[in-house]
């Protein structure tokens, strides 16, 4: 038995998923183990079709796994009912997906708010959460907006400041970048940056190098394993001048 | 430092040497750090030699490098225009990458795939700090367009190394 020390926040032992069965088994995901640090910032890259979203709705509880071990928050959520695994789902976890998933008829301070108003707190303390994270996100003036009145970048923004309303220990992105233009790829990649600056711990699988080079620690992944795994902090092989060909 | 590029800063006018510093430090924001400051004096130095600038003593001061003024010569008027019409671009070498995992892949010395991954880490990081140097800069500066293109040079670089991935992991499984 592994113990869970209150600086992981996630860990994964073994995880396995199988789809289908004998000559049509498919193993999405391959016996991967994997620990996060409290306030670290993971990216998890690979091909499409290698296993990447599928592991990241096991880690988050979205989907159940065929073998291995998941704590969440150092709860080991294997064991949990339906009830209980949603419950420490909406009490730890901030989901953010490639296409927002947002509520085209709520507003964007509604749709942040929601899932507050969910866990039981007040619609005014809610509201005033959602107003206070629609700002940090840059969108205070575009809080009684439709989704649909909102540009691509803008409506990815509201879906991480609604992920955030819960105060969740760790953040999963599913190629939070995949539907934007550049632009508004960099926009999200500001307000990554500075999630991971105020201490906030997220993971990310995405096949865009930019959002993954936002992270401290880089997870390569293949065919359903992880193949291969690097810190990108602290020791690159030249100064910033030699990108530029400056001699130094 | 191509001598160009000091022979082009000294066109808007007669500079000290610590004033085209200056302007270059402008114009690449961090990516300056990676410069001696000592270079452009050597530039200028050959520069004078080769007749393309003259320089005079500013008056009454005593004879120090950054004491003396620089001015372009009729030569190097022209070698700046010259410059600023000639299209050259660097060539990315991409060959020798190629060719190292055609080697490794052939003679079973190493896994491709492991070699690309390797690359990936390495240009990862630096991508990571080009763009953590990025978001440092005011938008519109002169080092955040410099930075921009860093950035989407990168960018392509990856995912030429995705299309590596892909071929190799369809030859790999094929053998």
Avoid at chain 2, 141 to 166: H, K, Y
């Amino acid at each position: 038995m592994i113990s869970t020390d209150t600086a992981t926040v996630l860990r994964a032992r073994g995880l396995r998923r199988d789809y289908g069965a004998g000559e049509a088994l498919v193993r999405a995901v391959d016996d991967v183990s994997l620990d996060v640090a409290a306030g670290e910032t993971v990216a998890v890259m690979g091909p499409s079709g290698c296993g990447k979203s599928t592991l990241l709705h096991l880690l988050g509880g979205l989907d159940r796994f065929t073998a291995g071990e998941v704590w969440l928050a150092g709860r080991n959520i294997a064991g949990l009912g339906e009830r209980a695994l949603a419950r420490l789902r909406r009490d730890t976890v901030g989901f953010v997906f490639q296409a927002f998933h947002l509520m085209d008829e709520l507003t964007a301070v509604e749709n942040v708010e929601l899932p507050a108003l969910l866990a039981g707190r007040s619609p005014r303390a809610a509201r005033r959460r959602a107003t206070e994270l629609l700002e940090r996100v840059g969108l205070a003036d575009r809080a009684r907006f439709l989704p649909a009145a909102l540009s691509g970048g803008q409506r990815q923004r509201v879906a991480v400041a609604r992920a955030l309303v819960s105060e969740p220990q760790i953040v999963l992105a599913d190629e939070p970048t995949g539907n934007l233009d550049s632009d508004a790829t960099a926009d999200v990649l500001r307000l990554f940056d500075s999630l991971h600056g105020a201490g906030q711990t997220l993971v990310i699988v995405t096949h865009d190098a930019r959002i993954a080079a936002t992270a401290d620690r880089l997870i390569t992944m293949r065919d359903g394993s992880f193949v291969d795994e690097t810190r990108l902090t602290g020791g690159t092989t030249g100064s910033l001048g030699a990108l530029a060909g400056l001699e130094g | 430092m191509r001598q160009e590029v000091v022979l082009a800063l000294l066109a808007k006018e007669p500079s000290h040497g610590y004033e085209l510093r200056g302007r270059l430090r402008q114009a690449l924001g961090p990516l300056g750090d990676a410069m001696n400051d000592g270079q452009v004096y050597v530039i200028l130095g050959r520069l004078e030699k080769a007749g393309l600038v003259t320089s005079e003593q500013a008056a009454g001061l005593p004879d120090r490098p950054d004491r003396k003024v620089y001015v372009l010569t009729a030569e190097g008027q022209e070698r700046v225009s010259d410059w600023l019409v000639e299209v050259s671009w660097p060539r990315p070498d991409l060959t020798e990458f190629h060719l190292k995992l055609v080697a490794a892949a052939a003679a079973g010395l190493a896994d491709p795939l492991a070699i690309v991954d390797a690359q990936r880490r390495e240009l990862l990081r630096r991508l990571r700090d080009a763009q953590r140097a990025a978001l440092g800069e005011r938008d519109g500066s002169a080092a955040a367009l410099l930075l921009e293109g860093i950035v989407l040079r990168l960018q392509a670089d990856l995912r030429w190394l995705e299309a590596c991935e892909r071929t190799w992991t369809g030859r790999r499984s094929k053998r």
